[in-house]
């Protein structure tokens, strides 16, 4: 990753790294250990996202706050009585200023800015990609003045205070966490591939859905990465979800550029004119994904999840 050398700082994005989980550790242990590292990739990026313009920084703080919510629904049989309850709110407003900003940069970067490039005679482009531009930094001055607040502050107070409950030190069960990832990553697996089943290159909605599932299923992989068996299986198996992920999540970006765009270019009616000319353009790159996405669910249906180390 690239660097940004802000003043006499150089800032560095930061991607989350591997958390080693012991076979025989307590369950609330192992999860307390997965979201504080959670919470940490999410603290790490924050001086380089107050202090430049990289929209990495961004991304690495959003896919630390959906890796803590996938945790959390991972772990949610277990987890004591409330905590979701009283975590998922906050957390939630702070994945909303994330991913207005990320879309927005995404918007910009993948879907206007090749269609002004191939397309340079075309004045109604430009000024739709300044009113982007516009909605970008204004969206971001937003999420900069909730990341100085005390409403990020008191998400992050109550995320510790939480995680140090005696609840998370002290437990009565004999429950290990590698019965416990056999029996999740089961359930994951089922419920990723029913929503294969059912996805339909013709609707979105449940590309969307299955995209959520994938997404899941990868996260706890790596979660419990350090409980399964090495080698080409378990690699192969993240790197066919990442594939499958990634074309479900270019999908969504395309479906929603449209009204994205829509929603930039407000009542202007010369910018709301060139709109359909940018999803026109996109058009191929939409039917290839469309075209390869029954192989892609083909080979998801037969895939074997790497199987836990013996404890």
Request: positive net charge; proline residues 7%; aromatic residues 4%.
């Amino acid at each position: 990753m690239k660097s940004v050398q802000t003043g006499a700082r150089t800032y560095v994005p930061v991607e989350a790294l591997a958390v080693p989980i012991a076979a025989d550790g307590q369950i609330l242990a192992s999860f307390r250990k997965i979201a504080l590292s959670c919470l940490a990739h999410l603290e790490v990026n924050l001086e380089g996202m107050l202090n430049s313009d990289d929209p990495e920084f961004i991304h690495q703080m959003r896919v630390s706050a959906r890796r803590l919510r996938a945790a959390i629904r991972l772990f949610a049989p277990r987890l004591p009585p409330g905590f979701s309850n009283e975590l998922l709110p906050p957390l939630r407003q702070l994945m909303d200023h994330l991913g207005k900003v990320r879309d927005l940069d995404v918007l910009l970067a993948e879907i206007a800015m090749p269609v002004v490039h191939a397309l340079p005679g075309e004045p109604r482009l430009a000024a739709l990609v300044k009113a982007v531009t516009e909605r970008k930094h204004a969206t971001r001055k937003t999420a900069l003045r909730y990341f100085r607040s005390t409403s990020y502050v008191r998400l992050m107070l109550l995320a510790t205070k939480l995680l140090h409950h005696p609840s998370f030190v002290a437990q009565a069960s004999e429950e290990t966490i590698a019965s416990f990832v056999t029996d999740r990553l089961k359930r994951l697996r089922k419920e990723a591939l029913e929503l294969a089943k059912a996805a339909r290159t013709d609707n979105p909605a449940s590309l969307h859905s299955l995209r959520i599932g994938i997404k899941q299923l990868r996260y706890s992989l790596g979660f419990f990465e350090s409980l399964l068996h090495p080698g080409k299986p378990l690699r192969r198996v993240l790197s066919q979800l990442s594939a499958l992920q990634d074309d479900l999540g270019q999908l969504n970006d395309l479906a929603n550029a449209g009204p994205l765009l829509m929603h930039c270019a407000n009542d202007n009616t010369r910018l709301r004119e060139v709109v359909p000319l940018v999803d026109d353009w996109h058009n191929p790159r939409r039917h290839e994904l469309l075209a390869r996405m029954p192989r892609r669910l083909e080979k998801f249906q037969r895939l074997h999840l790497p199987t836990p180390k013996p404890v």
